[in-house]
């Protein structure tokens, strides 16, 4: 039988979560000393582990037929693959940042200027976006101290909490993209791939919701009970079921992560009472 092969990052900000998100997936790995690749039990997969570099073209090539990259890769590379979903982890941005104590009007300050980057295609484009034209110096590692070292005057690298610029007396000044997790696909997958590929990105899909939503029950006093079902829409509608105590329902349903304390808030001013809030192990959707 045939068996879809996924590239992941061998070792780096990518690998732990992806392959978590594999597990929670149903997918386990008989990998016992993290070899170059890996086969999973009961399901056609089989994992190969890669620099995040390499990827991209090795799922053009169909060396493997899916991978899991940021997108910054993804869009650096430009190989001709499809991003066919979005994981929400290792989120980052790509950014120019100038030495703190100069001053700074907008993009076109930049003209002229020389930056250093482990990314020029992705400069390129957005210099090339706003008119501006200046000099891409190219460094595969260790950009941050470019300005410093006199190599550069300005860098263009991924920002994610910004310590690092301030520690090596940078400013932020402009954002050119927001990266995340994607998995990427080959264009000329066939139809077994595809079934399998299918069938995984359900299961992620169900993990990744599940991980955003939480499971809610609570009382609520029947007078209430509209406003309080209204701001709890759940999967379809919210379960309600009397209390023994008259005057009173219990009401389960399913609650986003993301408007969690705002909704919290509002149903305790309506009068509820007992709210218990509990993980979702997985969400079919
Ligand atoms: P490799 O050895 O595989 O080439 P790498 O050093 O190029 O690894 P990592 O630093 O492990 O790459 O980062 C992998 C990806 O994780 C990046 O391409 C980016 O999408 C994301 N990333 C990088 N830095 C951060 C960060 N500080 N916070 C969140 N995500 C990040
Ligand atoms: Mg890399």
Redesign the pocket.
Known sequence: MEKIRIAIQKS?RLSEKSLSLLKEAGISLDNGSRKLRSEARFFPLEVIFL???DIPQYVEDGVAHIGIVGEN?YAEKACEVDLIERLGYSRCKLSIAIPKSESYRGVEDLEGKRIATSYPVILKNFLAEHGVSADIHFLSGSVEIAPSIGVADAIFDIVSSGSTLISNGLKEVEVAMKSEAVVIANRDLDDDIQAILAKLLFRIRSVMAASSNKYILLNAPNDKLQEIISLLPGMKSPTVMPLAEEGWSSVHSVLRESTFWEVIDRLKELGAQGILVIPIEKMIV
Do not use: S, T
Request: glycine share 20%.
């Open positions: 780096g620099r995040d570099d890769e």
